[in-house]
């Protein structure tokens, strides 16, 4: 079993940056391919971006993509989302989640995930 708390989730400004954090614990944090996934009200979960366990290999949504990095230091057990030139579209709760045989990037969505953090909310204003 693994743990997954999410943090750094505000309230930001059209443009602006924020980092997510993704902190885990109760096993080996590179024995997991991670994920991110966000759900806006009313919509489906979707995935954001993707890494595989060594972090060698990254994939990410077309609507994030140029804009937002993933990344991993599993010597810290924590997965970031480094998000920029934020839009108001962007606003929704996100989500980090773990896999011990698929990556996010192989599904495309949130199948095949075994273990999901409680989320954390963006919210983008104007």
């Known amino acids: 079993q693994v743990q997954l708390v999410e943090s750094g989730g505000r309230l930001v400004q059209a443009g602006g940056s924020l980092r997510l954090s993704c902190a885990a614990s109760g096993r080996t944090f590179s024995d997991f391919a991670m994920g991110w996934f966000r759900q806006a009200p009313g919509k489906e979960r979707e995935l954001v971006a993707g890494?595989?366990?060594?972090?060698?290999?990254?994939c990410y949504a077309d609507s994030v993509k140029g804009r937002f990095t993933i990344s991993r230091d599993n010597a810290q057990g924590t997965l970031y989302l480094q998000m920029n030139s934020l839009k108001l579209e962007d606003t929704a709760v996100y989500y980090c989640?773990?896999?011990?045989?698929?990556?996010?990037?192989?599904?495309?969505?949130?199948?095949?995930?075994?273990?999901w953090g409680k989320g954390t909310l963006v919210t983008v204003s104007s």
């Open positions: 989640a773990a896999s011990l045989q698929i990556t996010a990037c192989a599904t495309r969505d949130r199948r095949g995930m075994d273990y």
């Open positions: 890494i595989s366990r060594s972090g060698g290999f990254t």
